[in-house]
């Protein structure tokens, strides 16, 4: 059996607000597809958290709502 492991990102939330992040890089005050926010840590962390080597799919939570700026 093959299992094909998904994850999302792309809202924030009070908590995981970073410092590094921009006004330019929000949208609506909850929402960064900024890089260094999105995809880069959690494809290097999310993997070895759930015990992979990789993730097979990489959701942007409503990418259209950051170019909406």
């Not at 093959?2 to 809202?11: D, N, S």
């Not at 607000?17 to 260094?36: A, I, W």
């Not at 990789?54 to 939570?61: K, Q, V």
């Amino acid at each position: 059996m093959k299992i094909i492991v998904a994850t999302k990102a792309g809202f924030l939330t009070p908590a995981q607000c970073p410092n590094f992040l921009k006004p330019e890089d929000v949208s609506g005050g909850m929402h960064s597809m900024q890089p260094d926010f999105t995809w880069r840590p959690r494809l290097n962390r999310k993997p070895a958290n759930l015990g992979l080597e990789t993730i097979d799919i990489f959701y942007l939570h409503n990418p259209k709502r950051s170019w909406a700026l």
